[in-house]
């Protein structure tokens, strides 16, 4: 496998004072490979100033394409658009916020032409984030690797180097949902890893706010695992052995020691517990034909408003 020819894919979303910056690290990356590149630009919808800046950037480096999405999708429409839209052999998947290292490019390319189809960015440390959060992020990786039907490694983002046979592979994927660590993990072939640091932000702050983050991991556990489902058939299987063993305990006694039927409060806490398992169980259900209702709407991933750089290309 030779790497002669990149797509590097970006989104953008509120960077404008990235843009700049960003490209004074890449672009001289880039430049010392001998490549034939192009570079993706995704604007997701930005309302800041990010499309003119990627604009500019482009009048000094025509490598530079840009699609413009018509509203904010989120980051991973904003991937899916770019990928869609790379047409070279390997395709780079990087942030725009300069949280992932270009100076990790030649290695990464390295490591790939040995034969190898993915790889992928490693963070070694959580240190930009806050304690709270790693300790999160740790217990959420933790769920998604007893839940989900794949192994999906712990750790790794968007962060990546991918042959055409592994974006041909996610392009074709259908959902709507789109978990993409999961889904880099779904699709398979070789894949290695590069471990780097995180580097902090030079500018802005990240677009995941807390709830914005639970919300995405339990997609990613409904995602690519029916177990939130079937547990309730083993509740339900052991509650109802419980409810038989006691009533069989209850006839005993009653027999042996003439003892009165207990009560009220016993009752009562049967009816509560019951009922909350019961809602809970249906709350399940209920997010994944959510689920269900979202993906068979079929709606395209996100609109685009316009492309630059593009002309004679399709
Ligand atoms: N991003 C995007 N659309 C969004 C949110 C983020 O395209 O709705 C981009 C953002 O501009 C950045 C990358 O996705 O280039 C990662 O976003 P962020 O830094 O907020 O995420 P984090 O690094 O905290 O995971
Ligand atoms: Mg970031």
Redesign the pocket.
Known sequence: MHTSDLSIV??????FD?VALLFSRLTPVVNSLALDCEIIC?????TDN?LSALISARKNDPRIRIIRLSR????E???TAGLQAASKQHVLLM???L?HPPELLPDMLRIQANGIDVVFGLRRSRKTDGRLRSTLTAIFYRILSITSEISIPANA??FRLMSRRVVDALNSLPEQDRFMKGLYAWVGYSQQAIVYD?ET?PS?????SFSNLFIYAWNGIISFSAMPLRIWSVIGACVAMLALSYAIWIGITTVLYGRDVPGYATLAVAIFFLGGLQLLSIGVLGEYVAHIFRETKRRPQFVVEKEIGFEGKK
Not at 42 to 46: I, K, Q
Not at 72 to 75: E, S, T
Not at 204 to 208: D, T
Request: proline share 3%; charged share 25%.
């Open positions: 970006i989104p953008f979303y509120n960077e990235n995704v604007d997701d919808g930005s990010t904010n999708f989120g980051k429409a904003a991937i942030d725009g916020d949280q983002g968007d995180v932000r802005g702050v990240s677009k995941w």
